[in-house]
């Protein structure tokens, strides 16, 4: 029985850029995190230290700084293929790569009613982001959002559940629901307009989790994906990562009070961690195409 190497890829991590667009007196901001990886016929610089096929991590760093020089970085799916077609198509034994991209959110500083045309406030912890993979001459998209935080004060229960002789945990027909949506999304083609269709899936995903009278975080969970995939043909599946951001009443009999569902505790840990894909039943299965971080 012998020993050989494995899957493998190298890259260079979380390269932090921001852009400013100065082509008019009202200015454009892009702030990105950029990581790339690749793939290939990397085995000898494992096993014999050749590193004759391996393109610098420095290099690539570079390469994501001049490509945001050389034209707009645009929307970030396109800066991604961008990267990732350039690496495959020009780095010696490189056959796929993986460029992943956060996008952090920045929002004009409102000014006698109209936003400044060169100063900005950021717009929270939410960021839009993309998980692009280049397979030889194959292109697979994933975007979405990670942490956006929602919550509704009424209109959830959760109720009916097994009890055993840990169970502490009282049913209720009325609690707050919170969460901070991590939404992946698997695109069929990459003939898109990814801006629009971003912002589309977005406000579908925050609609749904608004108005369904939700029984459980995994009933959200599924109508948000379903509401998405049902008004965008493009999708493939959709996977959510939703941490139930707990909220429990205090007792406020100590003090007299009574306490209507009006006085919570936002607890931050531990939480519980409700997570699912829900996909179109004719669509080819792409597992590889969601890798996006290692904790996700």
């Known amino acids: 029985m012998g020993i050989v190497m494995g899957p493998n890829q190298y890259g260079k991590a979380e390269v932090r850029i921001v852009t400013v667009d100065r082509s008019t007196p009202r200015h454009t901001i892009k702030d990105l995190n950029v ?24 290099t ?15 929307e970030i ?4 293929l961008r990267l990732g077609r350039h690496f495959v198509s020009s780095a010696e034994g490189i056959n796929g790569a993986r460029i992943l991209i956060e996008e952090h959110g920045w ?7 109209t936003g400044h045309d060169h100063s900005f406030s950021r717009a929270g912890d939410e960021k839009r982001t993309t998980a692009i993979t280049i397979d ?38 009325d609690r707050i629901l919170a969460t901070a949506v991590t939404a992946r999304w698997r695109y069929q083609h990459t003939d898109v307009d990814w801006g629009k269709s971003f912002e589309s899936i977005r406000a579908t995903m925050l609609e749904a989790f608004a108005t369904t009278h939700s029984l459980a975080l995994q009933q959200s969970l599924y109508e948000m994906a379903k509401a998405a995939l049902e008004k965008h043909p493009e999708l493939a599946e959709v996977r959510l990562s939703l941490p139930n951001k707990h909220h429990f009443l205090v007792d406020l009999s100590p003090f007299g009070l009574e306490n209507d569902n009006e006085v919570f505790y936002a607890a931050d ?8 894909t829900v996909r179109r039943d004719d669509v080819e ?3 590889m195409a969601w890798y996006t971080t290692p904790e996700f």
């Open 35 to 58: 990581s790339s990886s690749l793939r290939g016929d990397l085995d000898e610089a494992h096993l014999s230290g050749d590193n004759s096929k391996v393109l610098p991590t420095d």
């Open 60 to 74: 690539q760093k570079n390469t994501v700084y001049a490509f945001a020089k050389q034209e707009p970085i645009g």
């Open 77 to 80: 799916e396109d800066f991604a």
């Open 107 to 113: 929002q004009r500083i409102p000014v006698e009613g």
């Open 136 to 173: 030889g001459d194959q292109a697979h998209v994933v975007s979405g959002l990670k942490d956006l935080v929602v919550l509704k004060s009424t209109g959830s229960e959760f109720w009916g559940y097994p009890k055993d002789q840990y169970t502490t945990l009282a049913e209720t027909n």
């Open 269 to 276: 840990r531990p939480y519980g961690l409700i997570e699912g």
């Open 285 to 287: 299965d792409q597992p």
